[in-house]
C-alpha cells in the first residue's frame, strides 16, 4: 500500500501545493507584461485572452465531459453575425447585440445538440465538423444579410451603453476581467454535482446512467455551456476588431484552439488561459528564426505534447492522475 | 415481499438465446446468487435487468412496477443499482468523488447551484461529503480517499464501485462478479461486506464463481446454463442438484471460473 502514497492527493498542505499557481502566474507575467509594454503585444494578448473564452468552454465538453466537437467556430460565427449584424444594419448597442447574438448561438446549440449528441465517438465528430462547416458556407452564400466574402465592417467598439472601451489596453483590461470570470465559473462547476455529472459522463457512460446520470442530458448541458462560451467569443471578436468576415470563423479556428486546449491542459481551469497564451505568443517569440519560425513552432508543439501530454496546467494540478501505479491487471 | 420478478426474460443475440425464457423472483431482503458456468447468459441477465439491454422477449417487474426496457438511468432512478463485471470507475475522478458523484440521484442542483452556491447547496455538499466518507470507512478505503481511482489495486477497485453503488442507496444492488481478481482475505472481507448490506436492508442479487462466497454469503442460488435457469434454491441443495453438477462438469470449469 505504500505505493499508494506517491499518487495519493495530498490533504495537507505540500510544497506542490504552491506549484498549482504556476500556470496563474506565468498566465498573469505575459497579460502584466504586455499591459505595461503597450503595442503590438497588447493586440496579440487581446486575441489570445478571446480565444481563451473560446477554450474554456471547449474545455467543458472536451476536457470535463470527454466529448468531440470540431464545430465550435460554428456558434463563435452565429454569434459574432449577429452581433455585426444588429450593431451595423440595425444600429443596436453592442451589448444587447451579445446578448441576443449568445442567446442564438445557445438556441442553435439546442437544436443541434439534442438530435446529434445521440450519436456514438466518430459519428458525433463528423457531425460537429458538418455543422462547422455548413455555418461557414452560410455566412459566404448569404450576402444580402452578412456581405458574403467582403465582410462587414464598421462594427463598434465593446462597452456599455454610451461608454466605449476603445484603448488597446482597456480592451485587455476588460477581457482579463471576462476571463477571470469565466475561468472562475469554470473551477466552480469542476466541483459542484453538475461537474461531477460531467466527470462522470467523462470516465465511463455505462457507470454514470446506472448510478442515475442522465448521460444524454449532461452531454447537452455541456454542449450548450461550451456553446454559449464559443458564442461570446465570436462577438468580442468581432466588437474589438471592428470587422467580420467567413474567414474570421474558419477552419483554422478549430485547430487552433485544440492546440491551445491540448497544450495548455486539457480538463484543467487554468489550462485554457495558459495554452491561448502561450500559443498565441510563440509563433512571434520564434521570428529571429526568420525562415525557420514554423519549423521552431512546430518542434515546439510536439516536444510539448510529448512531455507534457496532457498539458502544461496538467503538471502542477492535483486533480489530474498521476500516472497509473501498479494493482490493476 | 418480491422486489424483483422476471417472467420468461427472454435476450437473443442472432441466432444465440443468451438468455432463454428465465423467470423468478427475490424477496425484498436476504442475499441471491446466480452463478453458472461462463457464457451461461449471468451478465447479460443483469444488463436485462438493469436497462442497459432490452429483453427480446418477457417481462421485468421491480417493486410490482413493470420496468421492461426502460432506461438504465430511470432503473436506477427506482432504486435498482448495478456493477459491472469489468470494474467501471471514473478514472478521472478521485477515491471520494467516485463516492460523491454515487450519491447524485439523492441530489439536486445544476448550473444554478455550481455557480451561485445557495446555502441549501452548500449544505447538500457537506452532506454528501460526510456520507461518501462513511461509505469509505465501510469498505475500509478512507485511508485513499484522495488517491485517484485508477491508482488504487485491483481488489480494492472493486470495493470502491460497491461503496458507489451504496451511495446511490439501492433497494436493490446488483453485484457482476465482486470477488474476481480478489485474493482469499479479499474475498472473505468482501463476503462480511455483502452480508452488512443485507442485514441493513438492501437486496442483493449476485453473479459469482466462487462457490466458497456463494456458499458464505447467499441466502438463495438460481443456476442458469446455456441461458436457461436449470436450478433455483438454497446453496446447499443447489449443490447437491444433478443437473448443476452436470452443468459445472460437462462445462470448462469446476468451481471457481
Ligand atoms: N452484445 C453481445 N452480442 C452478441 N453476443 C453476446 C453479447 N453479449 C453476450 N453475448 C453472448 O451471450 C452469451 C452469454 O454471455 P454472458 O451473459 O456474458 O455470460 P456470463 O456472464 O454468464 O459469462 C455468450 O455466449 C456471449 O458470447
Ligand atoms: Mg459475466
Redesign the pocket.
Known sequence: MTSLLATTLPSRFRWTDTLAWLPWIISAGIVGYAFLSGGYVVTLVVFALIYAVFVIGLNIFMGFTNQVSFGQNAFAAISGYTSAVLTTAYEWTTLPAIAVGVALAVLCAFLIGYPTLRLKGHYLAMGTLAIGLITYEISVEWSSVTQGYMGISGIPPLGIGAYEVTSDRGQLALLVVIVLILTFMSARIRTSRLGRAFFAVAGSEDAARALGVDVARYKLASFILSAACAALAGSLFVHVVGFVSPEVFGLHMVILSFTMLYVGGIGTVAGPLLGALIVSLLPDTFRAFKDYQDLAYGAVLILLLIYAPRGLAALFDRYVPAKKVGGAP | MTTLSLKNVTRR??G?V?VDSVSFDIGSTGVTAVI?P????????FSLISGALAPSDGQIFLDGRDITGIRPEDVAARGLIRTF?LVQLFQNMSVLDNVKAGQHLHTRGGIFAALARPGWARREETQIEARAWELLEFVGLSDHAHAFATALPYGQQRLLEVARALAAKPKLLLLDEPAAGLNADETKRLSGIIRRIAETGTAVLL?EHDMTLVMNTADEVVV?DF?KKIAQGLPEEVQKNPDVLAAYLGGVEIGHG
Open positions: 443475440f442472432g444465440l443468451a453458472g461462463n457464457g451461461a447468459g449471468k451478465t447479460t441477465l463485471q453473479i442458469l441461458g
